[in-house]
């Protein structure tokens, strides 16, 4: 299983928008409506912060929303915020029973 | 409050063994599914292991499959995983990670991880 694809970084100013893209195959995002979004600072563990590919749990912020289309999800940070600085993974559920996650991107607030 | 806290990871040589343990508490453990993902130094998330609730049920990324096993107690709330024929390649931190009750294969609590360095 080949880890969903995801760019190494993205860099916005305070208060832009940015997306993260995460492309995988008709065998896990095009397939599943299971696909979930991670927040890792650095030396911290990872954070859910959107599942159902859209989906918000309690305590996430309401600037974070997720989408999909075809074998592609996307993250998007509204009004960028310094403490939004970190790494991003986005996970999917697949046609072997697993979870395979992104590479991580790496959002640098500029 | 839902804690996880991982246990067991050191130094080992390779072809070597080590068993983590995962202590779960604050939650029904027995009615949670239950995961370890791993993170190489520097390195992204991989998920390598599951298991369902009862514990009838395993799942595995390819390259751990036949050296790792998953397995759980109910009863001490408790989550391991044997780790055997260690290579360098399995040098990361260890986190063990709750499946959300709402069955959507999210990963809404992780332990603070256990780090496995494997060296000669």
């Known amino acids: 299983q080949s880890a969903l694809t995801q760019p190494a970084s993205v860099s916005g100013s305070p208060g832009q928008s940015i997306t993260i893209s995460c492309t995988g195959t008709s065998s896990d995002i095009g397939r599943y409506m299971y696909v979930s979004w991670y927040q890792q600072h650095p030396g911290k563990v990872p954070k859910l912060i959107i599942y159902g590919v859209s989906d918000r749990p309690s305590g996430a912020s309401n600037r974070f929303s997720g989408s999909k289309s075809g074998n592609t999800a996307s993250l998007t940070i509204s009004g960028l915020q310094a403490e939004d600085e970190a790494d991003y993974y986005c996970?999917?559920?697949?046609?072997?029973?697993?979870?395979?996650f992104g590479g991580g991107t790496k959002v640098t607030v500029l | 409050e839902v804690q996880l806290l991982e246990s067991g990871g050191g130094l080992v040589q390779p072809g070597g063994s080590l068993r983590l343990s995962c202590a779960a508490s604050g939650f029904t453990f027995s009615s949670s599914p239950m995961n370890w993902v791993r993170q190489a130094p520097g390195k992204g998330l991989e998920w390598i292991s599951a298991l369902t609730a009862s514990g009838g049920t395993t799942y595995y990324i390819d390259s751990v499959r036949g050296r790792f096993t998953i397995s759980r107690d109910n009863s001490r709330n408790t989550l391991f995983l044997q780790m055997n024929s260690l290579t360098t390649e399995d040098t990361a931190v260890y986190y063990c990670?709750?499946?959300?009750?709402?069955?959507?294969?999210?990963?809404?609590?992780w332990g603070l991880g256990t780090l496995v360095t494997v060296s000669s």
């Open positions: 996970g999917s559920y697949t046609t072997s029973s697993t979870l395979v």
């Open positions: 990670a709750r499946e959300s009750p709402r069955g959507d294969c999210s990963y809404d609590y």
